[in-house]
Nanobody
Framework: QVQLVESGGGLVQAGDSLRLSCAAS????????MGWFRQGPGKEREFVAA????????DYVDSVKGRFTISRDNAKNMVYLQMNSLKPEDTAVYYC?????????????????WGQGTQVTVSS
């Protein structure tokens, strides 16, 4: 059983940056693909980014490419989402998720473990 706890959300202005963190415990962290998802008001949960076991492979939804960077520190059991040039449409609850497969997957239902989420609000 893997426990995930997100932190780092907040209220920022458009153009600002935030770094989300996700602390993992209870499993073999370096054998999980880690993903970030988000759910905006009145919207379905959507894929944001994913990173492979070693961190050598990443995947991003087109809307955040060039602005967001996913990274991980396996020694600390942490995964991060650096978010730059934030836009009001990035407003959402952001969730960290873990998947024990090898491939990077964008589909939320294949992820085995989820955090509680952290709110990110971007004002215009």
């Amino acid at each position: 059983q893997v426990q995930l706890v997100e932190s780092g959300g907040g209220l920022v202005q458009a153009g600002d940056s935030l770094r989300l963190s996700c602390a993992a415990s209870g499993g073999t962290f370096n054998r999980y693909v880690m993903g970030w998802f988000r759910q905006g008001p009145g919207k379905e949960r959507e894929f944001v980014a994913a990173i492979s076991w070693s961190g050598s492979r990443t995947d991003y939804v087109d809307s955040v490419k060039g602005r967001f960077t996913i990274s991980r520190d396996n020694a600390k059991n942490m995964v991060y989402l650096q978010m730059n040039s934030l836009k009001p449409e990035d407003t959402a609850v952001y969730y960290c998720a873990a998947d024990n497969r090898y491939s990077l997957v964008r589909t939320s239902y294949v992820y085995d473990y989820w955090g509680q989420g952290t709110q990110v609000t971007v004002s215009s």
